[in-house]
């Protein structure tokens, strides 16, 4: 095979095309990695409408990473403190067929869990929910969007009647005012930054970008206006600009009364957001203040971008919910250039929302709480009536809080790695390990979450199997598998599509291929906001990645609506969006005396969240080979801190430790450290460790983004070879969770 393969790199949701040749080629000598071993060769697609051929060094290396400690067999174990032992995949499928029945019929089906992951494929989460969901009858599928965009989720049906953003990235080349709040988008979503950059470039002077962000990172310095408020103060800053808008009269009254419903009640709430007290409440200045109202209210076509800093909070909803109210009193939505636009972390995050893949959601954006939708996908998969939950399922929380209530009796984990993601880590692994059979379903080995399993299951990866996922913008592109999976590993779908045929749904579970899966999945878009019915595989592979809604009475791209409620009609039983008044609550764990630092944790540009397949490319290693706090020189200072100094970082859940990165990039006050680094990539340097579950009441989503700690310097010294690890340990595997 010497042909070139398009599909779409699997890290974070920008979404970027990219072209996969094999690695050898007709008079050209073989493409090998560091070690010498062959490997494909990848480039951006020119061809692909989101990224234009642009890719960043996460999708340039990725192929580096396919051969890599993979999970090439399953393997079980009687106990977790037992070794593992290799088994068929029919010895396998017998153990979780007749653990799933056990726990059903004695427990219930609501003792039955699974989490699952924005690295899924459309086709993966439709069959999971298919599973759990219908043949199950359990709700309890969630998955880790719960921890990066349920918030974005519950903001936009909150606001508009449905989730999707409405805009689309050709909104970067039209904007003349961005505004970029809790977001690091020049490392976090770089192919995005890139195009925005680009076009403030050349528009030098004339396109406004204002970044809010408490640290001065890489976006922060290309702003015109950074904005570095306090944690927690986002609300404030939100309705201290809309106070000052409706004060200057930048404010689009016909939109509003012909539009909107609600204004009244958030007129009232703004009027006491003056901006005297909102510059002192976020630790800015009143002209900084004045200057972002100005901006937004002077600007034809405001974009506003978001990620983790807003909706990972206790109030991330009612963030989303306040950045949206300002497009609504301006008319700054549904036109070129303008809208709120929440950029997606996972790869298909966004797909996982339309195939229901959160445990209050159905398949084409339904609700499990409205009848009508339970009945609607009920018919459609041939299940009786009322086999569908009227109940939302657990939360991934409240899933770790069933295992030690004892609730839980079947855990089902696939694509994630809890063990290093999840909040309060040490409680969270606590209940991990007091879980009677977890199945964990993953790519590689070891992994963090391995420690905590009876099952392993070898799933085949991006590059090993087809299906679609879908990006920020809402569009599909197929992920055409080139090369074979290792071992025996399969793709997630037909693992879960064995275990339903297993348990006796034979007639629910009759797919081929992954294009049978897909085309039964967009039938139940049909009519909904989410309408994919025109897409199928065939034509993703003839004619390039789709943006839905694409009906399938759509006969060309160029009948498809680039960006949502173009009419000002939005999906709310009166037509109307909705205002949401809110005012701001803060921090669920503020700073104190006791504990008077705030950390916040976040993502650098190499790296990809637990490092599963970052940690084993040595480029990336070598680009950050270390964890680091990041501390201002005042505080640093007053505690005696220099650079390098180890620092052990305390909260009331944990502690971990940190070698110092002094710098005034961060406030005062605040401490940043990244997220990357687990028990196998390095010794007490867990961030979540230190974070609380703490969540918003809307979406669930905990605040991973801030909590209270104190800093303690370390004297004695301690090398940074035994601490950091080149490459991971296995040692870790197997040993009991401190209690």
């Known amino acids: 095979m010497t042909d070139s393969t398009k599909t779409l790199c699997p890290y ?23 070690q010498g071993y062959p490997t494909w060769k990848v480039q951006g697609d020119r061809a692909h409408p989101s990224s234009q051929g642009m890719v960043c060094v996460k999708g340039a290396t990725i192929a580096e990473s396919l051969n890599k400690d993979r999970l090439l067999y399953p393997m079980m174990r009687e106990s977790l403190d037992r070794p593992f032992q290799r088994v068929t995949w029919e010895e396998a499928l017998n153990a979780i067929v007749n653990r799933i029945q056990t726990v059903r019929f004695t427990q219930g089906p609501e003792a039955i869990c699974m989490y699952g992951s924005g690295q899924f494929q459309t086709e993966d989460y439709y069959i999971a929910q298919k599973l759990l969901k219908g043949c199950l009858g359990t709700n309890n599928f969630d998955a880790n969007s719960r921890l990066c965009m349920s918030s974005a989720v519950a903001g936009y049906i ?29 490392e976090c979503h770089p192919i995005i930054f890139n195009r925005l950059r680009k076009h403030h470039k050349k528009n030098n002077g004339k396109v406004k970008m204002i970044v809010v962000d408490p640290r001065r990172t890489t976006t922060a310095e290309a702003a015109d206006l950074h904005l570095a408020i306090k944690p927690g103060t986002d609300i404030d ?35 006491q957001y003056p901006p005297e007290f909102v510059a002192r409440k976020c630790g800015i200045k009143v002209n900084e203040l004045e200057m972002a109202a100005r901006y937004w209210g002077e600007s034809k076509r405001v974009l506003s971008m978001w990620s983790m800093g807003v ?91 069933g295992l030690e209530a004892g609730q839980v009796g079947f855990l089902w984990v696939a694509a994630t790695n809890p063990a290093v993601s999840m909040p309060d880590l040490e409680r969270t692994k606590k209940a991990l390990w007091r879980s009677p059979f977890t199945v964990y379903q993953d790519a590689y080995y ?84 989410c309408d994919m019915t025109g897409v199928s595989h065939e034509r993703l592979a003839t004619e390039g990645p789709q943006q839905w809604p694409c ?30 008044a809110y005012h701001s609550r803060g921090l669920a764990e503020p700073p104190d005396p006791d504990y008077p630092f705030v950390l916040t944790i976040g993502r650098l540009y190499g790296h990809w969240h ?48 940190f070698p110092a990165k002094v710098t005034e990039a961060i406030a005062p006050g605040t401490v940043f450290v990244p997220m990357h680094w687990g ?48 490459y991971p340990k296995s040692s870790m595997l197997s040993a009991s969770p401190s209690v």
């Open 311 to 401: 909706n990972q909070s206790s109030e991330g909803t009612a963030k989303v919910r306040t950045i949206i109210n300002l497009h609504l009193m301006t008319g700054q939505i549904g036109n070129p250039g303008a809208g709120p636009f929440s950029l997606t972390g996972q790869p298909n995050a966004m797909g996982g929302r339309e195939a229901g893949g959160l445990a209050h959601l159905l398949p084409g954006y339904r609700v499990v709480k409205n009848a009508q939708h339970r009945i609607e996908v009920e018919q459609f998969w041939g299940l009786p009536t009322g086999r569908i939950s009227a109940a939302p399922g657990l939360s991934v929380w409240e899933m770790i809080t």
């Open 158 to 186: 909150q606001s508009f009647g449905a989730d999707g953003p409405p805009c689309c990235y050709d909104d970067l080349d039209l904007t003349d005012c961005a505004f970029l709040i809790g977001t690091n988008t020049a």
């Open 12 to 34: 974070c949701g920008v979404g970027c095309g990219l072209e996969v040749s094999p690695p050898a080629q007709p008079g050209k000598p073989v493409n090998r990695d560091s």
């Open 446 to 529: 070891p992994t963090e979450t391995a420690n905590y399993a009876h099952v392993l299951l070898p799933a085949a990866q991006w590059s090993e199997k087809t299906g679609v996922m879908t990006n920020s913008e809402r569009r599909i592109t197929l992920c055409s598998a080139f090369r074979e999976a290792p071992g025996e590993a399969r793709a997630d779908w037909e693992i879960f599509a064995e275990v339903g045929r297993r348990l006796g749904f034979a007639e629910q579970f009759k797919f081929a291929n992954s294009a049978e899966v897909y085309a039964e999945f967009v039938q139940l878009t049909r009519r909904r906001p």
């Open 551 to 580: 009906p399938d009475r759509s006969s060309s791209a160029e009948s498809q609506s680039k960006r949502l409620y173009t009419d000002f009609r939005f999906h709310t039983p009166d037509g109307r969006a909705r205002f949401g």
């Open 679 to 726: 028990a196998l990539w390095a010794e007490n340097a867990e961030a979540n460790v230190l974070t609380h579950p703490e969540a918003c009441p809307d979406s669930l989503e905990p605040e991973l983004k801030a909590c209270a700690v104190k800093l303690v310097p370390i004297t004695a010294d301690i090398k940074t070879a035994d601490t950091f690890l080149q």
């Open 237 to 271: 800053l939100l309705n201290g600009i809309a106070h000052l808008l409706l004060r200057w009269g930048y404010i689009n009254s016909e939109f509003i009364d012909e539009c909107t419903s609600g204004f009244p009640a958030y007129a009232d709430v703004i009027r």
């Open 610 to 657: 637990t490092q599963t397949r970052t940690g084993r490319i040595e480029k990336i290693r070598q680009m950050h080979p270390n964890p680091f706090i990041e501390i201002h020189p005042r505080d640093a200072g007053k505690l005696g801190i220099q650079e390098d100094t180890w620092v052990e970082v305390r909260s009331r859940r944990g502690m971990a430790r």
